[in-house]
Each structure stands twice: as structure tokens, then as C-alpha cells.
């Protein structure tokens, strides 16, 4: 056990950049991908566990795709935040009261930063509440 704990004070000791070429050297040294589900990557080689911190952190900032979620409608407002979603989510006028029946909802799922910003944007000057996660 104590060749465990030294590893684990190691890897308390490494840098962000360091801690990332260890990731990377890991997933070659054992066939692995740390941007698979932790789950997978971490069953298939016990030392990927040691790189999850570092794996978790890589993943954050490296974030590309994002969802717009429609959180609320207000009631005076429901026309003109209608026509925005139609026109975001591309579906016929006769859905978008269906579509928008229970939210929150995701309107847009893993699109660009740009894009969902976009859409952010678009939704919130119509009066809807909106969030990007």
C-alpha cells in the first residue's frame, strides 16, 4: 500500500500541464480514452483512475458543445417567444405550443458556444428565460 500513497502524493504535486501529459501518456501506454465515459476508462486500466481528477479538469475546459434550455414563458409574452422557437427549433407552428407544454426542455442540444448564444439571445429578447448548460 504504500506504493499507492506515494503515487497519490505524486500526483497531488503535479501541474495542470503536467497532470495533462500524464493523461495523455496514460492513454497511450494503455489503449484508453480519457474523453470516453469515466465509467469505461476507468474499469478498462486501474492507473487511468489515478488521471481522473486530471480528466475531469481537462474536460471542463475544453467544453464545445452546450444545450439551450427554455426554462419559463411568460403568459403575456407566449406569441412572440412562440415564433422564436419556431424558428430555433424548426418545427411547424402547430408544434411549438406542444413542444413548449413542459419546461424547462432543451430547445437546442450540443451546439456551439456562438450558436446557443445566438439562440440565448434571440429567446431572451422575446421575453422567455433561458439558460445555457
Known amino acids: 500500500m504504500s506504493t499507492v500513497n506515494e503515487i497519490i502524493e505524486k500526483l497531488k504535486g503535479l501541474t495542470l500541464l503536467e497532470a495533462s501529459e500524464l493523461v495523455s501518456k496514460i492513454e497511450e501506454t494503455f489503449g484508453v480514452d480519457a474523453s470516453a465515459p469515466a465509467g469505461g476508462a476507468v474499469v478498462m486500466a486501474a492507473p487511468g483512475a489515478v488521471g481522473g481528477a486530471a480528466e475531469t479538469a481537462k474536460a471542463e475546459e475544453e467544453k464545445t458543445l452546450f444545450d439551450v434550455v427554455l426554462e419559463?414563458?411568460?403568459?403575456?409574452k407566449k406569441?412572440?417567444?412562440y415564433k422564436v422557437v419556431r424558428s430555433i427549433a424548426n418545427i411547424a407552428v402547430n408544434q411549438v405550443k406542444e413542444f413548449t407544454a413542459t419546461l424547462p426542455k432543451a430547445?437546442?442540444?450540443s451546439v456551439s458556444k456562438e450558436e446557443a448564444e445566438a439562440a440565448k439571445q434571440q429567446l431572451e429578447?422575446?421575453?422567455?428565460?433561458?439558460?445555457?448548460?
Open 72 to 76: 419559463e414563458i411568460p403568459a403575456d
Open 107 to 109: 430547445l437546442k442540444e
Open 79 to 81: 406569441v412572440s417567444i
Open 125 to 133: 429578447e422575446a421575453g422567455a428565460k433561458v439558460k445555457i448548460v
